[in-house]
């Protein structure tokens, strides 16, 4: 496994665009350097990982990233350990990508039976 997590936050440089391919859903996307991996899916159009309160406080969208380089914004320990970060266990509404990564998302669910609502009001998100 090849990850790399920086907890420092980013330089005010220019936007960089990674690819992000998600291993086991055989799908892939574009994300931006100010992009959490979620919005970056979602605005894709893509349906490969779980989406919930994009907030963090669910845990609804845990990833592992398999290869690659994030930076990680604040996580609720509730859903994910210190020991599940530092195998790469992420939640996707929390991680910047700093180059192209892969993960994997085997929460995933079809969201015609998701059972928690999306958080559309993120208001609550506090970086």
Same mark, same amino acid.
């Given at each position: 496994m090849s990850i790399t997590k920086n907890s420092q936050?980013?330089?005010?440089?220019?936007l960089? !665009?990674?690819r992000v391919w998600v291993a086991n859903r055989q799908q892939s996307f574009t994300v931006t350097s100010d992009q959490s991996l979620l919005a970056a899916?979602?605005?894709?159009?893509?349906?490969?990982i779980d989406v919930g309160c994009r907030c963090g406080g669910c845990g609804r969208c845990r990833i592992q990233v398999l290869h690659g380089q994030y930076e990680s914004k604040r996580m609720s !320990?509730?859903?994910v350990s210190?020991?599940?970060e530092a195998q790469g266990l992420v939640l996707a509404c929390r991680i910047?990508? !700093?180059s192209d990564l892969v993960i994997e998302s085997?929460?995933?669910?079809?969201p015609r039976q998701a059972t928690?609502?999306?958080n559309n009001n993120n208001e609550e998100c506090k970086q």
């Open positions: 936050p980013a330089d005010p440089a220019p960089k !665009r990674f899916m979602e605005q894709s159009g893509a349906q490969a !320990r509730a859903h210190e020991h599940d910047l990508a !700093r085997d929460q995933f669910q079809d928690v609502e999306p």
